[in-house]
């Protein structure tokens, strides 16, 4: 089968497959510039040794060749100056490939296993995993109320039923959310997470569990409930008891980014 072959069904296929798939698409440090415009930079692949085990996903020749037809496309659609995926299939690495530069103005590749990006929402499902961890313990009930592991603020009762951690964790706490306004340009304009969340609380627009609607705050509201049921800052709990079990190299969690 080539590449010409590869049809929508195979790319739902590859979504439920696979453990993970991370697609971060980073505009570095360069400013986006027209597709026309845009350079070609050699792709570093990295090896995977071998296939992977189970059936569904077996080449990750056919995997490649069907994702260089996409990110080719949707980085030149989206003025996207560079990219980096990885696939990870049965706990193992299956496929990972950085696509164009990390700096367009430098010309400087992006190499998948090498080029530092911002996780941005990737650091969601930390999030929820550190929530599971600390239900696993007992620590943390999904079903409660979140003004139950809340001291220095509480969430209105805006609407009978509570929102709880299970509606954080499946964006359906009904809170409005906007994008402005949400990043700083300097480490120096964080604020200490219940200072930013009592601050910018945003109003409860719907019923909890009654519709779906992506919430940064309410992914923030999590990470701030493990942190005061943990007692650790969050950057700490997600290097001990996350990234260091898993064996991932040192990255840079904290508020310096």
């Known amino acids: ?14 979504t439920l497959a696979i453990l993970a798939l991370v697609v971060c698409l980073t505009a570095a440090t360069a400013r986006a510039t027209p597709a ?9 692949r990295i090896s995977t040794n071998g296939a992977a085990r189970s059936a569904g996903l077996t080449d990750p020749v056919e995997l490649e060749a069907f994702l260089d037809e996409l990110l080719a496309r949707q980085l030149a659609e989206r003025h996207i100056p560079g990219a980096s995926l990885a696939v990870v299939k049965d706990g193992r690495l299956f496929f990972a490939k950085g696509y164009s530069y990390a700096n367009l103005e430098q010309r400087t590749p992006l190499v998948a ?8 929402s990737i650091a969601k499902p930390f999030t929820w995993t550190a929530v599971l961890q600390l239900v696993e313990q007992g620590k943390l009930d999904l079903n409660a109320d979140v003004n ?3 001291a220095d603020f509480q969430i209105p009762a805006t609407y009978p039923a509570p929102i709880t951690l299970a509606h954080l964790l499946t964006h359906t706490a009904g809170f409005e959310d906007w994008q402005l306004g949400i990043t700083v340009s300097s480490a120096g304009g964080l604020l200490p997470l219940g200072t930013y969340l009592a601050r910018e609380m945003p109003a409860r627009v719907s019923p909890p569990g009654t519709v779906t609607a992506y919430s940064n705050y309410g992914a923030t509201l999590a990470g701030y409930i493990v942190e005061r049921v943990s007692g650790q800052p969050f950057e700490q709990y997600m290097q001990q008891h996350i990234l260091q079990p898993l064996g991932a190299r040192p990255r840079p969690t904290s508020r310096s980014l």
């Open 1 to 14: 089968m080539n590449s010409n072959t590869i049809s929508y069904q195979l790319a739902r296929g590859i």
């Open 36 to 44: 026309s415009t845009l350079p070609t930079a050699p792709v570093h």
């Open 113 to 120: 296993d090498q080029t530092l990006v911002r996780v941005g």
């Open 148 to 150: 139950t592991y809340l």
